[in-house]
Every structure is written in C-alpha cells, then in structure tokens.
C-alpha cells in the first residue's frame, strides 16, 4: 500500500471490513493528491461465476452457459441511486486457457454498492451487426464506462477478434444500460491507426453534484488508454477518438514502466480518471516484472493499482506518481483463480452515499470492491 499510516479500522454500512495492510507506515505521509486508502468489505467477493445461466448465442444459435466459468474486469457507473456493474464474464466454451473463451458483458444492479442483483442474460456482446468481424470469437472484454453531459453512458471495452489475433478499443452508447448501440473502433477502422492493437480506455470524469460525468478540458474530453505504455486521445462527442502525438508523429508516451517497482513490466489504463483541484488523478493497473527487474516485495507477474497526477491544464504533463502500489492482492479471491499470480484490476469508479467505490477483477475469475473517502480536492 501507499507509504502511510493508514487507519486500521473504518465501518463500511455497519459492517466489519477488512482493511489493506499499511506499508513503510513509519515513511513520508501520502502526497495531498492521493485517492484512498482503499478498505475492502467482510461481505466479498461481490460477484462471481454462475453456471446455470444460459444465453443463446446469435452467433452459434447454440444454449450456452455465458458466465460459467469467470466474472471480471468490471465497469461501474450510478443510475437512479443505484450503483450499476457492467462485468466481462466468460463462458465455458473454448481451451481452459486464459484468452480462450468467449467474453461477454453482464449487468447487476445494487442499493448500497455491496449486494448485486444480476440480470439472467447479458446486455452485450458478440451479434450479427457492424462489428462482427473485430468481436468473434473472442468477444467483448474489460469495459469502462462514463456519463455524458446529456445523460447518454458512453462504454470504451476490447473488441477481441481472437482467431486473427486483432484487438482494438469499441465504442458503445446507451440511454439504459441494457440497450447499445456499438460506433466501431474509437479509432476508426481506415486510416493511419486502422489497423492498431490497442485497449484499454479510461475517458476523464468530474464531480458534478452527486456523481461523476465525463469531463472537458480546453473545449475536448480527454481519454487515457493503453498497455505497455499509457497514452492519451481527444475527442469533441465522446465517440470519436484522435491519439495525441508527440514531435514526431506518434502517439505520446506518458506512462512506462519502472525497474524495480511494482510496475516494472507495464502501466495499463484504469477506472475513468478524475479531475481534481490537484490536477487529473489516473487510477492504473500495474504488473509486477515475471523475470528480473520486478518488485521483490511482490509475487512475479502479480498485478495491482497505481495511481499518477497530470496537470489539468495540460493532460500530457505528469506531475507526480506513486512509488508503491496503493491496493494489491491480498485477500485468498484475489489470489487464486484462472490467473494464480494475483490482480486487483480496476476498472470501475464511481460516487455513491458520499463514498468512492472502486470495483475491481479479482484473479481474473470474480468481482470485488473497495471504497474510500471522498478526497476534498473532489469536492
């Protein structure tokens, strides 16, 4: 965790949480732009594998039972005060082997953020429309989704299209959450960046009254996104994406990873991030190295959360950027599962009952969730 001393006991709607370990507590103080401390509930995981649901595939024509075998990788967002979850789960069709099954999105629904009711089939996925080619077989994966300034949810998710081996970020719109209409590749599908292998998109949010929408900066929304190396996109309507190039014509290059740290191997974009009066605070998943140069305080291949401040006035500029994770695997449903090493993969963040919830992947296999303080530079 960040280097503080963190409490050691917070009451999470009257129930007992178990609260991450405080590293280094007797080190510096956390800097004044941090979100967090991170406490995650008693009562978790929050979601996890169903195998009596069934579906039937438009594709294949065939019953199939969609969330069988792993619930992950999940987007949040607060509908008519109620927290909404968008979680990638994966049948059990295909190998038994991470990547080979078929990704679809199910949506659950919860009054206080910790007890879900799921709907029996799944709102999205894989059909016979425009984006066919990019999502089959593979499917749709690790969707993150904000609010527009007209109510409108806009979804950034991966369309993998696992037979050729080509991935890219989909954009999705809906007024409900249960109907979508999905506009292609953020980056178009003609052009110089046509043919790119990306994912991973994060479009920055602000407080607005009760809840988090999507953000301006200088007249554009701004979206960080990728793995390897996070970069950064602008768009005027939320559904279009241009990549923000550096000098010589490439996408910019503003996260790497660090020798010795807890990202040592990538940074990979997270939850949407948040403006603040610090600056734009980005939540991101980190993997440890699986070789040399990883954290030694960490298992190889393990991965957890990061977080890292840009200046708002200018989106490429980073100001400052923790040296320790501020979550990480620690609990048995984080560390065991299809992926063995541990995650804690964020990718939902929201605003509910003066809290902020962070919703995460655990192992690749279930859904968990945290909550902190609101941070006074959101108010």
């Not at 998109?201 to 554009?220: F, N, S, Y």
């Not at 939320?238 to 550096?246: A, M, S």
């Not at 190295?289 to 190889?300: F, M, Q, R, T, V």
């Not at 006035?313 to 695997?329: A, M, N, S, Y």
């Amino acid at each position: 965790m960040m280097r503080a001393a963190w409490m050691a006991v917070v009451l999470l709607c009257g129930v007992a949480p178990v609260v991450c370990s405080a590293q280094n507590a007797a080190e510096a103080h956390s800097p004044d732009w941090l979100v967090g401390p991170f406490t995650r509930p008693a009562d978790a995981p929050v979601i996890s594998p169903r195998p009596q649901s069934t579906f039937t595939d438009p594709i294949s024509g065939k019953q199939v039972h969609w969330e069988a075998l792993h619930t992950f990788n999940p987007a949040a967002i607060v509908k008519d005060g109620k927290i909404y979850v968008l979680y990638r789960a994966e049948d059990d069709t295909g190998a038994m082997v991470i990547g080979e099954h078929t990704s679809r999105l199910g949506l659950a629904e919860s009054d206080d953020g910790l007890h879900f009711k799921r709907l029996p089939e799944p709102v999205f996925y894989p059909n016979h429309d425009s984006q066919q080619e990019n999502e089959v077989p593979g499917g749709v994966e690790d969707p993150r989704i904000v609010e527009g300034e007209d109510g409108t949810y806009v979804l950034t998710y991966t369309q993998w299209a696992r037979t050729r081996g080509v991935y890219s970020v989909g954009i999705a719109t809906s007024k409900d959450l249960r109907t979508w209409t999905k506009h292609g590749k953020a980056f178009g599908s003609e052009g110089k960046y046509g043919g790119l292998k990306y994912k991973s998109a994060a479009i920055v949010t602000h407080r607005v009254g009760d809840r988090l929408m999507a953000a301006k900066i200088k007249g554009r929304y701004w979206m960080y996104w990728g793995e390897i190396q996070i970069r950064l996109a602008t768009s005027t309507d939320l559904i279009h994406w241009t990549p923000v190039e550096d000098a010589s014509g490439k996408p910019v290059e503003l996260l790497k990873d660090r020798v010795g740290k807890f990202d040592s191997a990538f940074p990979e974009s997270g939850p949407p991030p948040l403006l603040t009066t610090k600056g734009i605070v980005v939540i991101y998943n980190a993997k440890n190295a699986e070789k040399a140069g990883g954290d030694s305080k960490l298992a190889a291949g393990t991965y957890s959360v990061g977080e890292a401040l840009f200046s708002a006035d200018d989106p490429t500029k980073l100001k400052d950027r923790v040296e320790e994770p501020v979550f990480k695997p620690e609990q048995p449903y984080e560390r065991s599962g299809q992926y063995a090493a541990g995650t804690t993969f964020a990718e939902g963040l929201v605003l509910f009952r003066q809290k902020l919830f962070l919703y995460y992947g655990c192992a690749d296999s279930h859904v968990g969730v945290a909550t902190a303080p609101v941070p006074a530079m959101l108010q």
